[in-house]
């Protein structure tokens, strides 16, 4: 059977939502000094997103400033300003 919603005029959204905030995501990074790299992972990577999919971000940073980054970036939104949420 499937996935089964009841908000499918909504859901159709979640693309353009989604893009906004790999946008801003993006943005964040490209200014942070601090960053080496950044690519993404999972479905996203792979270019076999569906509606729901996630967005599974990997960061590289060097080892001693890791500590100061994930300070910096594990943050909440304040003021429309971009956030990470960030899983070790």
């Known amino acids: 059977m499937g996935f089964v919603t009841r908000h499918k005029e909504r859901d159709l959204e979640i693309p353009m ?3 906004e905030l790999m946008t ?7 200014n942070d000094d601090d960053v080496l790299a950044a690519f993404y992972g999972g479905s996203i990577g792979n270019e076999n997103m569906d509606l729901y999919s996630d967005i599974d971000l990997r960061i590289v940073v060097l080892p ?3 500590q100061e980054f994930i300070s910096n970036k594990k ?5 429309g ?3 990470f949420i960030l899983r070790i």
């Open 24 to 30: 801003a995501i993006e943005k964040d990074l490209f």
């Open 64 to 66: 001693e400033k890791f």
């Open 75 to 79: 943050i909440g939104l304040k003021n």
């Open 17 to 19: 939502h989604r893009q």
């Open 81 to 83: 300003e971009m956030f």
